[in-house]
């Protein structure tokens, strides 16, 4: 049974530029959201996604975006790239929008803008 | 969502207990406690949560005061797969929010 699964594992990008990172959940998982986690800090929440609709946003601009898709695979889209951006995407998934249970994550997608 | 302290690092020796402390004076009736960890170059990975009671899985133990003001978690065993960054989060119960990261603490285990 895979686990969740991230591609690509790294990158580098220009600043300016437009990323795309991929996110399939875990087997019977319907509930995916993406977090970003610089370099010594912890995770920090982007959105969720839910029957294919963005249920819930943390404190990031609209240059983030994301899709979810009928089988339950999930994008993030970044524009107009920054220095800042430069990071670990972080992708979880879970069954349902409830979160009293466990979330799992993929090993991420390391960003690097130059 | 409210807000949990953890020491920013904390040192145990292979095979020792190993106690890892969380305070949250502001937990709210609904909320629950989760911890999860987070391996060198993995992504976090989750080891316990609970609400009220005790709990105990294969990984570890979470003991929750009784005013729930703050909570333990404990490993009791350490390995030297033990080390990784350990974070403390609390959850409301429900479908609103999502697990908000601190800093955690970094265990370092010796040999």
């Known amino acids: 049974d895979a686990g969740v699964t991230q591609s690509p594992t790294h990158l580098i990008k220009t600043r300016g530029q437009q990323v795309t990172l991929r996110c399939s959940p875990k087997?019977?998982?319907?509930?995916v959201s993406w977090y970003q986690q610089a370099l010594g800090q912890g995770p920090q929440f982007i959105f969720q996604?839910?029957?294919?609709?963005?249920?819930q946003r943390g404190n990031f601009p609209d240059r983030f975006s994301g899709h979810q898709f009928p089988n339950y695979s999930s994008e993030l889209n970044v524009n107009a790239l920054l220095l800042g951006d430069s990071a670990l995407y972080l992708c979880?998934?879970?069954?349902?929008?409830?979160?009293?249970?466990?979330?799992?994550f993929g090993e991420g997608s390391r960003l690097t803008v130059l | 969502d409210a807000k949990t302290t953890q020491p920013n690092s904390m040192e145990s020796n292979e095979e020792e207990p190993v106690h890892l402390p969380c305070n949250h004076s502001?937990?709210?009736?609904?909320?629950?406690i989760h911890w999860y960890r987070q391996l060198p170059s993995q992504g976090p990975e989750y080891v316990i949560h609970?609400?009220?009671s005790n709990v105990n899985n294969r990984m570890a133990s979470l003991a929750i005061a009784e005013d729930r003001k703050s909570s333990t978690l404990i490993l009791h065993r350490a390995t030297l797969r033990d080390a990784a960054v350990y974070y403390c989060?609390?959850?409301?119960?429900?479908?609103?929010?999502?697990?908000?990261f601190g800093k955690g603490t970094k265990l370092s285990v010796k040999p």
């Open positions: 979880a998934s879970r069954y349902g929008l409830d979160n009293t249970g466990e979330l799992f």
């Open positions: 087997s019977g998982h319907d509930t």
């Open positions: 996604y839910y029957e294919e609709e963005e249920r």
């Open positions: 502001t937990i709210s009736g609904t909320d629950y």
């Open positions: 609970g609400l009220t």
């Open positions: 989060i609390l959850k409301r119960g429900g479908s609103q929010g999502n697990l908000i």
